[in-house]
């Protein structure tokens, strides 16, 4: 999950394309990754909770992952389901519980990244 979130914070579409379990992957392209990940601003990722594989084998991880697009701020919450395949653990689908426009804070509130630092020291200069 981690590293699903680096590879989109740093654009890399391959490792997410590669990330992906077999079946979703196939309705994915390697524009649309780039495309998306190009159009945000990553800010942060929360984990919420993660959950050991079921009887299923699908493992679950819960996370809040906080972006800018056009100069506005996003939070996406998503149970997001893996699924073990060729040893590697792979996203299969997920879960979005809330995706919404966040009020901008101000300088001196806490930063919507979860860093737990004030924004102006924070994200404000990401905007
Ligand atoms: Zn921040």
New binding site residues.
Partial sequence: MRSRYSAYATQNADYILQTYAQQPRKQQTLEEISDWAKQCQW??LQIHQSQMPDANGFAYVEFTATYIQDKQIFAMRENSRFIQEQGLWRYLDGDISSHQLIKTPKRNQA?????G?K?KQ??LNKL
């Fill in positions: 800010l942060g930063c919507v990244c979860g860093s630092k924004f924070c994200c």
